[in-house]
């Protein structure tokens, strides 16, 4: 089965410009976590999505940070306006649900100048 | 606190020697414990689970881990590294009240020749 999709791979901005991240997921998977791995860390959960809507979403930046998935497939993470701080790695995951685990895609590596 | 731990930050290994990398974990009931491997730029793969039954674990590339109640641990073990072994590896668990990964806080290993 085909993994979990994200673009783009990398992206540079300057500090208070806005950028957007997709995540295409395992298809099927009615699950979506978006997670940040800051350098030397371990991913942190942002926002969860069971189908279309959020379930958690208590990590979430909500002054700056923004996202949705539409029909419950695609799902898009959002920072505006962006900080130095939020330079990372940003990681999309699928599940099917329960104990089952997750699928990772490959992250987006955001560095923020 | 809930909480992960991965005591080692970094790891060196010489290639053929074995390798264990620990992890404890503080929760009140016994959560489902992961392993995952991170190469550089690359998104987190999978190498074993724990969800019950037998405490010894086998996983992907020859890793396995043991799950011990007692000292609240999921060890990863390999008897011999190969230099593709160098990566960040990360212990992870879920629970199953919400099934949200939470991850520790990585553990680097170096492989020498």
């Known amino acids: 089965e085909a993994g979990v999709a994200q673009s783009p791979r990398y992206k540079i901005i300057e500090k208070r410009q806005s950028v957007a991240f997709w995540c295409n997921p395992i298809?099927?998977?009615?699950?979506l976590y978006w997670y940040q791995q800051i350098l030397g860390q371990g991913p942190k959960l942002l926002i969860q999505?069971?189908?279309?809507?959020?379930?958690?979403d208590s990590q979430l930046p909500k002054d700056r940070f923004s996202a949705e998935r539409l029909k419950g497939v695609d799902s898009t993470l959002k920072i505006q306006p962006a900080k130095l701080e939020d330079s990372a790695v940003y990681l999309c995951?699928?599940?099917?649900?329960?104990?089952?685990?997750?699928?990772f895609g490959s992250g987006t590596r955001l560095t923020v100048v | 606190a809930q909480s992960v731990t991965q005591p080692d930050i970094h790891i060196t290994v010489s290639e053929g020697a074995s390798l264990e990398l620990r992890c404890n974990y503080s929760?009140?009931?016994?959560?489902?414990l992961f392993w995952y491997v991170q190469s550089p730029g690359q998104g987190l793969q999978l190498l074993l689970k724990?969800?019950?039954?037998?405490?010894l674990v086998q996983g992907i590339k020859g890793f396995e881990a043991e799950f011990k109640r007692s000292q609240s641990s999921f060890n990863l073990r390999k008897p011999s590294v190969h230099w593709s072994d160098a990566a960040e590896y990360f212990c992870?668990?879920?629970?199953?009240?919400?099934?949200?990964?939470?991850f520790g806080a990585g553990t680097t290993v170096t492989v020498r020749a």
């Open positions: 995951a699928s599940s099917p649900g329960g104990n089952y685990g997750y699928t």
């Open positions: 298809s099927g998977h009615a699950t």
């Open positions: 999505f069971q189908n279309n809507g959020v379930v958690d």
């Open positions: 929760y009140g009931a016994t959560p489902y």
């Open positions: 724990y969800f019950s039954g037998d405490t």
């Open positions: 992870a668990v879920l629970l199953s009240n919400d099934y949200k990964l939470s």
